[in-house]
């Protein structure tokens, strides 16, 4: 008797956390909601940094007290309200954070054919926010968007920096504006476009 409740209640458990790192077309994200990755490292939800009461969609260390954020996504678009929510457009098969007034405050980009295909988004264990079609596995190729390819201001293992110069993306780190505010600041740190490639830090847009 108890071992069946143990095996229910273990059946239980992981539809709950299988449910809670994934999000279809049917499903949204609203403030004070959030994915956490199938380990439980990552969590993508809202939060207002430092002293700020603006809300951003982001993704932090679940694990770490300490809220410490690695990505953003409406970085210099603040949501003033708790009314932010995220979720998938069908037409358009890519990621829009709007707010009750249907507001868009950031959109993913896709610049995949997006035709007949049953988009899914899944919060990983390395941090990476993907797009993919549901009937494709999790291969990195056939990912409609990753955030991995829009870092922040965070290097997490596995993402690249640099030019993709198939689709002319520069991926680069930008600092914070300040602890309180996420919008890209002065200083970035990118690969140049060399023989070799270099890195180089930026402020204000000069090499130093
Ligand atoms: C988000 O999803 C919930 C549950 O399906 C639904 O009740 C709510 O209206 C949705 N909110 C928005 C803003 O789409
Ligand atoms: C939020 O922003 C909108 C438009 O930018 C403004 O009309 C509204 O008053 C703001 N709300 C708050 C609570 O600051
Ligand atoms: C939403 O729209 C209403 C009226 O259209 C406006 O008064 C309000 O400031 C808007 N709020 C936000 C957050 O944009
Ligand atoms: C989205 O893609 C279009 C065309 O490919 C480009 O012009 C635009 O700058 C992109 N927007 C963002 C936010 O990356």
Not at 95 to 122: A, Y
Not at 129 to 136: A, F, P, Y
């Amino acid at each position: 008797m108890n071992n069946l409740c143990f095996i229910l209640l273990c059946i239980c458990l992981s539809k709950i956390s299988s449910a809670a790192d994934t999000l279809t077309s049917s499903q949204n994200i609203t403030d004070g909601k959030s994915l956490v990755s199938p380990g439980g490292v990552f969590e993508l939800g809202f939060f207002s940094p430092g002293i700020s009461k603006s809300r951003y969609l982001g993704i932090w260390y679940k694990n770490i007290p300490v809220k410490t954020v690695v990505w953003v996504a409406n970085r210099g678009t603040p949501i003033n309200d708790s009314s932010g929510h995220l979720l998938i457009s069908t037409t358009a098969g890519s990621l829009v954070l709007l707010n009750k007034n249907k507001t868009v405050f950031w959109s993913s980009n896709s610049t995949k054919q997006t035709q007949n295909i049953s988009p899914v988004l899944q919060l990983l264990d390395t941090g990476n926010l993907i797009l993919r079609d549901e009937k494709e596995g999790a291969n990195s190729e056939s990912y409609l968007w990753q955030s991995f390819d829009y870092p922040s201001d965070t290097l997490l293992p596995g993402m690249k920096l640099g030019w993709d110069l198939r689709t002319g993306l520069n991926r680069r780190l930008t600092a914070w504006k300040s602890p309180d505010d996420p919008s890209p600041g002065d200083l970035t740190w990118e690969m140049l476009l060399h023989n070799y490639p270099e890195p180089a830090m930026f402020k204000g847009g000069k090499s130093f």
